[in-house]
């Protein structure tokens, strides 16, 4: 069981919107940065969002972060077909002294 | 171009022990973070642990299934960081992930190496 909570699955079709979202407690994302990282099945994880809502270069304007409180989001507009990945949600966790992931989230476009 | 290429991965019995290396390029290391990540086989991600830069002191945090098994080092003069793994058991069993932290931050992963596997089974 993941410190950071994630759905198992969303979906959506292409050029929908669809959000993801990562819940946790006050000891990780109540009080330290969220990010977010993006897994096509066979390649090694990509950073997708660093502070929250922070694109790195090279990502995308329809792929947005946010938080509020205790939880976090992010939200692809346009869906593509592209998309279709898994997608995780990480921040450090004050209590543990560590870094904790959520489940993660398969997104599949159909 | 940042590059980093793990090595070392392969089949090990329980109770035993390997070390995984990762060669990194194309950044400063020796006051880099760096860190480890593993994906059990259809499973999500999980932080195996951090090493500072020496500017940092070169301190180490390691999460709770790892602690007192796994040693993270860095070997500045080879741009080489290194996994010691001892008392393997069936749950280390993974892919590994070399990754490089940015800006001095534990959780900001920029670069992840491809990944070395891990199968400890007798």
């Known amino acids: 069981q993941s410190v950071l909570t994630q759905p198992p699955s969303a979906s959506g079709t292409p050029g929908q919107r669809v959000t993801i979202s990562c819940s946790g407690s006050?000891?990780?994302?109540?009080?330290?940065?969220i990010y977010w990282y993006q897994q096509v099945p066979g390649t090694a994880p990509k950073l997708l969002i660093y502070r929250d809502n922070q694109r790195p270069s090279g990502v995308p304007d329809r792929i947005s972060g946010s938080k509020s409180g205790t939880s976090a989001s992010l939200a692809i507009s346009g869906l593509r077909s592209e998309d279709e990945a898994d997608y995780y949600c990480a921040a450090w966790d004050d209590s543990l002294s560590g870094v904790v992931f959520g489940g993660g989230t398969k997104l599949t476009v159909l | 171009e940042v590059q980093l290429v793990e090595s070392g991965g392969g089949l090990v019995d329980p109770g035993g022990s390997l070390t995984l290396s990762c060669a990194a390029s194309?950044?400063?290391?020796?006051?880099?973070?760096m860190s480890w990540v593993r994906q059990a086989p259809g499973k999500g991600l999980e932080w195996v642990g951090r090493i500072k830069g020496k500017a940092d002191g070169g301190t180490t945090d390691y999460a709770a299934p790892v602690k007192g098994r796994f040693t993270i080092s860095k070997d500045d003069s080879k741009n080489t960081l290194h996994l010691q793994m001892n008392s393997l058991n069936i749950g280390d069993t993974a892919v590994y992930y070399c990754i490089r932290n940015r800006q001095y931050s534990s959780t900001w992963f920029d670069y992840w190496g491809q990944g070395t596997l891990v199968t400890v089974s007798s």
């Open positions: 006050s000891s990780n994302i109540g009080t330290n940065y």
């Open positions: 194309g950044f400063s290391f020796t006051n880099a973070w």
